[in-house]
């Protein structure tokens, strides 16, 4: 993971994923809702957006990706895009109560598992459509939680699992440091926040 789009971004901005994690909670637009198991409507409708925002934001990539003119070189507007889903995961993690950490520890160990090699029969489209279908499934179990209120929230940790796999193997195509996408997503939300600007829709705002 070498290629970096803006050479200007900060990577030393985040020393671990906690701290990037405590600073997405610190600028979620919703509020400080409760980040505990109960059944309260702070806590579900939070749950409610950032799910909406995780597939959103992977449907973003996959566009990213099918319309670049050279499949291996990542655009500015696909890092960005990267960086918001990385934004809406990190935030479901505390929703949650899960250890986006060791989450994000044993993704690596699956994604490199699975393909040990480069296949000449991947395509970045492909990884792309994995991040989608994997925030849709996750999306589907946040659905019959905030419908119901009874559908066990174990398997969205392995739901979220399978988004951070997914997510991995496009920045693996690309080359693209993790790091280089969370201090972009930093300076993209925080400069919006100046701006009053967090609200609406758009990259250009």
């Avoid at 939070?46 to 070189?73: M, R, T």
């Amino acid at each position: 993971m070498k290629n970096v789009p803006d050479e200007n971004v900060d990577t030393s901005l985040f020393s671990s994923i906690a701290s990037h994690v405590s600073w997405v909670d610190s600028m979620w637009f919703s509020g400080n809702s409760p980040t505990t198991q109960g059944l309260n409507h702070a806590r579900l409708r939070d749950l409610a957006i950032a799910s909406l925002g995780l597939c959103g934001e992977c449907s973003e990539v996959f566009d990213e990706v099918s319309s670049l003119d050279q499949p291996q070189s990542p655009s500015h507007a696909l890092v960005s895009e990267l960086g918001d889903v990385s934004y809406y995961w990190f935030r479901l993690s505390s929703i949650l109560g899960l250890d986006p950490q060791a989450l994000l520890a044993t993704a690596v160990k699956s994604s490199s598992s699975l393909y040990p090699s480069p296949s000449l029969t991947v395509v970045p489209t492909d990884h792309a459509t994995e991040l989608l279908l994997t925030s849709s499934r996750f999306a589907e179990i946040a659905k019959k939680h905030i419908r119901d209120g009874s559908d066990s929230l174990d398997r969205a940790a392995s739901a979220m699992l399978a988004v951070a796999v997914a997510w991995l193997r496009v920045l693996d195509h690309f080359d693209i440091d993790p790091k280089v996408v969370w201090a972009a997503n930093h300076e993209k939300i925080t400069g919006r926040l100046s701006r009053n600007t967090l609200r609406g829709s758009g990259n250009n705002r």
